[in-house]
Antibody, heavy 122, light 108 residues
Framework: QVQLVESGGGVVQPGRSLRLSCAAS????????MHWVRQAPGKGLEWVAV????????YYADSVKGRFTISRDTSKNTLYLQMNSLRAEDTAVYYC???????????????WGRGTLVTVSS | EIVLTQSPGTLSLSPGERATLSCRAS???????LAWYQHKPGQAPRLLLY???SRATGIPDRFSGSGSGTDFTLTINRLEPEDFAVYYC?????????FGQGTQVDIK
């Protein structure tokens, strides 16, 4: 079954860290660029980060640059998001999403997970 | 940054009716780099259309997209019960990619 399953969300204090995981199955993970997208409560969707299929390029939204790190482990078919120095405004449901292109980046998302909730609160 | 404004915020329709959703960009969207997604509570968002009008795999032909420049439309012909959801547009022609705030399609 082709799917993405996120995990690792929870409640964390401001300034602390959290690592999200996204397990991919049913497709050739190594052939696809992967993204993280988030949705704050009552807000729209916000792109967070992308890692190319071959890890040749990584990009971040300005709002998380320098604090978040996206990575992938092809041997485990897993995408990660290391989130440091968390702020209240990082509170959101975090989705991992597959890019719509094979061995390229088209910057739209053809497969999404159900998301994991991150709450940053003291 | 390109701001996408979707209208209406909520659309109340009955099954079998046609839904017309608008997505207006604050500046021209580069070429045809616009996508539409469907999102139901607690579920993964689903890609409907990319490249303005190309349907994603498995998307029925009652979903269609049109537009260019700054004005784009998602049309859902003959609404089915499973079509009631939130719909988002997304532009990916300019950095940073951005999403609209969504249109909720409710059962009337």
């Amino acid at each position: 079954q082709v799917q993405l399953v996120e995990s690792g969300g929870g409640v964390v204090q401001p300034g602390r860290s959290l690592r999200l995981s996204c397990a991919a199955s049913g497709f050739s993970f190594s052939n696809y660029g992967m993204h993280w997208v988030r949705q704050a409560p009552g807000k729209g969707l916000e792109w967070v980060a992308v890692i190319f299929h071959d890890e040749s390029n990584i990009y971040y939204a300005d709002s998380v640059k320098g604090r978040f790190t996206i990575s992938r482990d092809t041997s485990k078919n897993t995408l990660y998001l290391q989130m440091n120095s968390l702020r209240a405004e990082d509170t959101a449901v975090y989705y991992c999403a597959r890019d719509g292109a094979v061995a390229h980046i088209y910057w739209y998302f053809d497969l999404w997970g159900r998301g994991t909730l991150v709450t940053v609160s003291s | 940054e390109i701001v996408l404004t979707q209208s209406p915020g909520t659309l109340s329709l009955s099954p079998g009716e046609r839904a017309t959703l608008s997505c207006r960009a604050s500046q021209n969207v580069n070429s045809i780099y616009l996508a539409w997604y469907q999102h139901k509570p607690g579920q993964a968002p689903r890609l409907l259309l990319y490249g303005v009008s190309s349907r994603a795999t498995g998307i029925p032909d009652r979903f269609s997209g049109s537009g260019s420049g700054t004005d784009f439309t998602l049309t859902i012909n003959r609404l089915e019960p499973e079509d009631f959801a939130v719909y988002y547009c997304q532009q990916y022609g300019s950095s940073p990619l951005t999403f609209g705030q969504g249109t909720q399609v409710d059962i009337k």
